[in-house]
């Protein structure tokens, strides 16, 4: 079984930063893509930025400049660090693997972690 902890949300005003971490742990035997979702109350989730095993990255328009997703293939852990932060950046934060186990390959996600940003 594969288990994803996340933690790093909270409450920051505009402008300021935050940095998302997810851990992911269990019966992992390989990782391929890592990524970050959002959910702002009344709207579906959205993909904020995803990265591959080698590294390639993609971001939503609406947050590139700003974060910067990144990943640490040993520890099995993906990070968003969120500059410059807007309200309308307000949502849950979901994190999202692709992972190989002894279960075979699935998709994974998060509990979720809540950001809030004050105008």
């Known amino acids: 079984q594969v288990q994803l902890v996340e933690s790093g949300g909270g409450l920051v005003q505009a402008g300021g930063s935050l940095r998302l971490s997810c851990a992911a742990s269990?019966?992992?035997?390989?990782?391929?893509?890592m990524g970050w979702y959002r959910q702002a109350p009344g709207k579906q989730r959205e993909l904020v930025a995803r990265i591959t095993r080698g590294g390639t990255t993609n971001y939503a328009d609406s947050v590139k400049g700003r974060f910067t997703i990144s990943r640490d293939n040993a520890k099995n852990t993906v990070y968003l660090q969120m500059n410059s932060l807007k309200p309308e950046d307000i949502a849950v934060y979901y994190c999202n693997i692709e992972a190989l186990s002894g279960l075979g390959y699935a998709n994974y996600w998060g509990q979720g972690t809540q950001v809030t940003v004050s105008s």
């Open positions: 269990g019966n992992i035997f390989s990782i391929n893509d």
